[in-house]
């Protein structure tokens, strides 16, 4: 039996549109010590997308240098743009001592995974279907149908990770799919999330 974190990192992660964002702002919304990690990346914001909230936005220069520097735990390029987790922004989370949520593929997962002191929970979600993901993607809106289609290109071979991971959760009804993280989390800490609601 693993030994139950006092302070956890939760790495969500799925094929684009199963829902981890959804996810991941309902956990920070209903438990304040729980934090996003904000990634840079080179991908343009989405009309409802704010710097430094739901990304920090940089151009390829600037990512390059920030790589050049060590800047990052992890990094990699999806969907043509590149996606990374700065080294500050998780310091800065830690000493506050938050439990961090990480909305991240399974590339950044990988080479997150060998940092042994980050003590990470890795939790991989699915859609119900192949038809559903593509109905989210569509009625989510913010993308281009070329970029819907090139994320859903990437499915087969995104659903093949699902095995670095500690739990596998099916996102069919978001209400049911959030209990069991719920219950994932409670599992696994040494905490009650009880005790941490708004
Ligand atoms: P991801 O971050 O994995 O790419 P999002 O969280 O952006 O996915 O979700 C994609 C779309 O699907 C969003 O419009 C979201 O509101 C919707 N969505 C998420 N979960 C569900 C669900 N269980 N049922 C129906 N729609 C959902
Ligand atoms: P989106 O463009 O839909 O916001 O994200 C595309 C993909 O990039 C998603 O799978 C998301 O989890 C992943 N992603 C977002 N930030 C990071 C990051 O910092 N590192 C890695 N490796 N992937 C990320």
Not at 93 to 106: P, R
Not at 148 to 167: C, E, F, G, M, N
Request: charged share 30%; aromatic share 12%.
């Amino acid at each position: 039996m693993k030994q139950k974190h006092d302070i956890v990192m939760l790495v969500l992660s799925s094929p684009s549109g199963a829902g981890k964002t959804t996810i991941s702002k309902k956990i920070q919304q209903k438990y304040p010590n729980f934090k996003i990690s904000v990634s840079h990346t080179t991908r343009k914001p989405r009309p409802n997308e704010v710097d430094g909230v739901d990304y920090h936005f940089v151009d390829k220069k600037k990512f390059k240098d920030l790589v050049n520097d060590n800047q990052f735990y992890e990094f990699a390029e999806i969907f043509g743009n590149y996606y990374g987790t700065s080294k500050k922004s998780i310091k800065d989370l830690q000493e506050k001592n938050y439990n961090i949520l990480f909305d991240i593929d399974w590339q950044g997962t990988q080479q997150l995974a060998k940092f042994k002191d980050l003590d990470l929970l890795k939790v991989f979600i699915l859609p119900p279907n192949k038809n559903e993901l593509e109905n989210r993607l569509s009625l989510r809106n913010q993308d281009k149908e070329e970029v819907v289609k090139q994320r859903l290109k990437h499915y087969s071979d995104d659903i093949l990770h699902w095995h670095d991971y500690d739990y596998v959760v099916i996102n069919d009804n978001l209400e049911n799919c959030f209990k069991q993280i719920e219950k994932i989390i409670e599992d696994n800490t040494s905490f009650s999330l009880n005790d941490f609601l708004k």
